[in-house]
């Protein structure tokens, strides 16, 4: 069975870090792209970060987090990483990881990707 599983979210200040998880079982992710995604209540989920399959070459940021999150492959997880600094009250949301095939590059819409994890919950106080 192929999961996305992602983890390390949770509650903290205005200017704190945070590193999240996605780890990945039931097939290798190592061609895929993969990329994190945020959604809130009453809004569309948005991309956040993207990396592509070849070795992190292509990678793309959401305007709004460029400079302050960083999106790596963790290759002992088979999956993704991202590691968000400065974080922002606006930041909070549920941040989810996903992959997609297609020729193994970085797509900004939800529908491009064929697997999703649950999500982790990342809530900022100012």
């Known amino acids: 069975q192929v999961r996305l599983s992602e983890s390390g979210g949770g509650l903290v200040q205005a200017g704190a870090s945070l590193r999240l998880s996605c780890a990945g079982s039931g097939m290798r992710f190592d061609y895929y792209a993969m990329a994190w995604f945020r959604q809130t209540p009453g809004s569309e989920r948005e991309f956040v970060a993207g990396?592509?399959?070849?070795?992190?070459?292509?990678?793309r940021y959401a305007d709004n987090v460029k400079d302050r999150f960083t999106i790596s492959r963790d290759k002992a997880k088979n999956g993704v990483d991202l590691q968000l600094n400065q974080l922002k009250p606006e930041d909070t949301a549920m941040y989810y990881c996903a992959a997609r095939s297609t020729s193994g590059v970085v797509s900004f819409f939800t529908g491009s990707y064929t697997y999703w994890g649950l999500g982790t919950q990342v809530t900022v106080s100012s």
């Open positions: 990396i592509g399959w070849s070795n992190g070459e292509q990678i």
